[in-house]
Each structure stands twice: as structure tokens, then as C-alpha cells.
């Protein structure tokens, strides 16, 4: 699954945003592309749109779309 990302600007934040996805539970893999202002997640199981939104939110940025 692809997520764009909005508000990253530097590597820490794409830290700060691999960080957040990797603490839910579930997600097996989880990669930023700075640039493209990207993360592909692979994850173990089903993961409502919603606990991505909020641990984006709570890293300080905002989840634009979900593909």
C-alpha cells in the first residue's frame, strides 16, 4: 500500500514518519520516499485507513491520500 504523505521537508522527518508507521501494529515494512513524499507500508493483516491517519497526525503530519 502507498501513502502520501504531506509535510515532510528533511530526513528527519521521513524518520519521524517511518518511525510512527512502524509503531502499528501490524505493519511489517514500512518506507519513506522523502522526494515523492511517499511510504509504502506492508503490513500483516487489515489496518483501517484511520490508524494511519492518526499516527501520521500524531508525528505532526497529514496522510493525503491512500492507494
Given at each position: 500500500?502507498?501513502?502520501?504523505?504531506?509535510?515532510?521537508?528533511?530526513?528527519?522527518?521521513?524518520?519521524?514518519v517511518e518511525?510512527?508507521?512502524?509503531g502499528?501494529?501490524?505493519?511489517?515494512?514500512?518506507?519513506?520516499?522523502?522526494?515523492?513524499?511517499?511510504?509504502?507500508?506492508?503490513?500483516?493483516?487489515e489496518?483501517?485507513?484511520?490508524?494511519?491517519?492518526?499516527a501520521i497526525?500524531?508525528?505532526g503530519?497529514?496522510?493525503?491520500?491512500v492507494e
Amino acid at each position: 500500500m502507498k501513502l502520501y504523505v504531506d509535510g515532510m521537508t528533511c530526513e528527519h522527518c521521513k524518520m519521524h514518519v517511518e518511525q510512527a508507521l512502524k509503531g502499528i501494529k501490524g505493519v511489517k515494512k514500512a518506507e519513506v520516499n522523502l522526494e515523492e513524499g511517499t511510504a509504502e507500508v506492508e503490513t500483516k493483516k487489515e489496518i483501517p485507513f484511520e490508524t494511519f491517519k492518526d499516527a501520521i497526525e500524531e508525528a505532526g503530519y497529514t496522510l493525503a491520500k491512500v492507494e
